[in-house]
């Protein structure tokens, strides 16, 4: 069903972005390429796709989410959104190689600088909250260690 669903908005998008007006790799009026090197650029970046898929559920699932930083789970989701459309940008780029819709690749890639940013502004958050949580664990732990310290002097 969800493959149904892909393929109708690949299809819509199709009709929405014509790709008359461009050359095509594929059948060689772009020039310079020819059939071999524009299957290799489409199994490139499919495997760039997959890359990116694979990394970005690596991501989701095994990422240690700290309980004590708020926000965390919020950058996780950004984090991974732009992962996976960079991936989904190698995809319409695969695409592209066949049928030259260049304005579905532009928009995708619009779609996901936002994406990007929203993501890097969470980041930024996120590691400042970090470092502030570091800090403040390393000032208690050298409190502790000044205080056994003082306790161990007063032994002897």
Known sequence: LWTIGLGTLI????????SERFASRWEGTCDGWQPWSTVWSAVVDVGHWW????????????????????????TLFWMFAFILGCGLGHLCDA?????????????????????GTIALFHIDKSL???FKVVEQRRAAHDARVLELESLVSKGK
């Not at 690596?58 to 930083?69: C, E, K, M, Q």
């Not at 695409?95 to 994406?115: E, G």
């Open 51 to 74: 890359a990116y898929c694979a990394i970005a559920f690596v991501l989701l699932r095994r990422h240690p989410i700290v309980a004590s930083i708020p926000g965390s789970r919020n």
């Open 11 to 18: 299809t819509l998008a199709f009709v929405i972005f014509p």
């Open 95 to 115: 695409a592209t190689n066949f049928c030259p819709n260049y304005y579905l690749a532009l928009t995708w890639k619009s779609i996901n600088l936002i994406v």
């Open 128 to 130: 400042a909250r970090i």
